[in-house]
């Protein structure tokens, strides 16, 4: 919430509706509650609600000049006594944030007892005429100087030559085809040469041999013995 400056002695208009949920300090008859305001040097006291109970009503309304930098009241609730002294029931703080800024405030302060403990509520309306409130944004909007047309951005010639257009033909250029020469099927027995007759002839020439051959002679050479083997001892 912002800071109200420059409200030093203005009015500010209060008004005490009631009080709601009071502490009751009375055992065998009904509470007579009163209500205190203190600004600066300014107070004001309420007339006495005889036989307000806990809920009493007052409906008054005083005028408060503001001081600068001063930014709540002091509220405070008593219980009349016509023989002993006033009973004390509670007090408390309003905050005057809402109403100089917004220019209404109809809140309830709670007041607490001198233990520190919830003693009812007061129920208090403000309003201060002077309030600054920010000013609302029009939804028509004028602009300050016509808006300026301003041209197309014109349109170049190509630096280049176009393309030539694009050909669908294949690349390369497919070859024609040769023409099919059909050929019997399965194809003729092909002429082997005559194999030879065996045997071959021999690339050897012995000299025929005629059968039985002649004894071959002794392996061994002759000695001088009788020719018997093995031979005899010496």
Same mark, same amino acid.
């Given at each position: 919430?912002?800071?109200?400056?420059?409200?030093?002695?203005?009015?500010?208009?209060?008004?005490?509706?009631?009080?709601?949920?009071?502490?009751?300090?009375?055992?065998?008859?009904?509470?007579?509650?009163?209500?205190?305001?203190?600004?600066?040097?300014?107070?004001?006291?309420?007339?006495?609600?005889?036989?307000?109970?806990?809920?009493?009503?007052?409906?008054?309304?005083?005028?408060?000049?503001?001081?600068?930098?001063?930014?709540?009241?002091?509220?405070?609730?008593?219980?009349?006594?016509?023989?002993?002294?006033?009973?004390?029931?509670?007090?408390?703080?309003?905050?005057?944030?809402?109403?100089?800024?917004?220019?209404?405030?109809?809140?309830?302060?709670?007041?607490?007892?001198?233990?520190?403990?919830?003693?009812?509520?007061?129920?208090?309306?403000?309003?201060?005429?002077?309030?600054?409130?920010?000013?609302?944004?029009?939804?028509?909007?004028?602009?300050?100087?016509?808006?300026?047309?301003?041209?197309? %951005?014109?349109?170049? #010639?190509?630096? +280049?030559? !176009?393309?030539? &257009? @694009? *050909?669908? /033909?294949?690349? =390369? $250029?497919?070859?024609?085809?040769?023409?099919?020469?059909?050929?019997?099927?399965?194809?003729?027995?092909?002429?082997?040469?005559?194999?030879?007759?065996?045997?071959?002839?021999?690339?050897?020439?012995?000299?025929?041999?005629?059968? %039985?051959?002649?004894? #071959?002679?002794? +392996?061994? !050479?002759?000695? &001088? @013995? *009788?020719? /018997?083997?093995? =031979? $005899?001892?010496?």
């Amino acid at each position: 919430m912002s800071t109200v400056y420059g409200i030093q002695g203005q009015p500010l208009d209060v008004t005490i509706v009631g009080c709601s949920k009071l502490k009751d300090t009375e055992w065998l008859s009904r509470q007579d509650p009163y209500v205190c305001l203190e600004y600066a040097s300014t107070k004001y006291r309420t007339r006495t609600c005889t036989d307000g109970g806990k809920h009493p009503v007052f409906q008054e309304k005083t005028v408060i000049p503001l001081i600068e930098g001063l930014r709540e009241i002091t509220v405070t609730v008593w219980n009349s006594n016509t023989i002993n002294l006033d009973d004390f029931i509670g007090s408390g703080r309003i905050q005057l944030q809402k109403v100089l800024s917004q220019g209404y405030d109809d809140s309830s302060w709670p007041v607490q007892s001198k233990s520190g403990k919830y003693a009812g509520d007061v129920k208090v309306i403000l309003h201060f005429h002077n309030a600054q409130k920010p000013q609302q944004c029009s939804s028509s909007y004028s602009p300050s100087a016509p808006m300026q047309a301003y041209a197309p %951005p014109p349109q170049y #010639a190509p630096a +280049y030559p !176009p393309a030539a &257009p @694009y *050909s669908a /033909a294949a690349y =390369p $250029p497919a070859q024609p085809a040769a023409p099919y020469l059909q050929s019997a099927y399965p194809p003729p027995m092909m002429q082997y040469p005559q194999q030879q007759t065996y045997p071959y002839p021999s690339p050897y020439n012995y000299p025929s041999q005629s059968y %039985p051959l002649p004894p #071959a002679q002794p +392996y061994y !050479p002759s000695g &001088p @013995y *009788s020719g /018997a083997y093995p =031979p $005899p001892p010496y």
